[in-house]
């Protein structure tokens, strides 16, 4: 058997045994991301929001409070705007798939204080 060439069953079992440890950490980082993301994305409808209600007061000179559901593919983030002329509304942000590693799920900009808050 001098000649025999190959692996033994030790080094394939450990090679698979560290694939498959390497594929549980992959797999764990990449649905953490696509959390992530679900929360940038209702960060980003709230900012638009915003910037679109800034847009409508300046060619208004009033705030359009009306609720609207911004979706994204698969993906529908509720988006409801109360801003107002006494400046004192908000923008709120949420989507049932975005849940951040503190707990928050709603995304809210005031108009008081001009923050944006995750709550």
Not at 90 to 112: E, I, K, L, Y
């Amino acid at each position: 058997m001098r000649g025999a060439q190959g692996f033994t069953l030790i080094e394939l079992l450990v090679v698979i045994a560290i694939v498959g440890i390497l594929s549980v950490i992959g797999i764990y980082q990449f649905a953490a991301y696509k959390r992530q993301t679900f929360c940038s994305s209702v960060e980003t409808d709230v900012k638009n929001t915003v910037t679109a209600e800034e847009a409508y007061f300046t060619t208004y000179q009033a705030y359009g409070a009306t609720p609207s559901i911004t979706t994204h593919g698969s993906v529908a983030n509720a988006i409801t705007s109360s801003m107002s002329n006494a400046s004192t509304g908000t923008v709120v942000g949420n989507s049932t798939n975005c849940v951040r590693s503190d707990g928050t799920q709603t995304f809210t900009f005031d108009q008081a204080t001009g923050q944006y808050t995750w709550s």
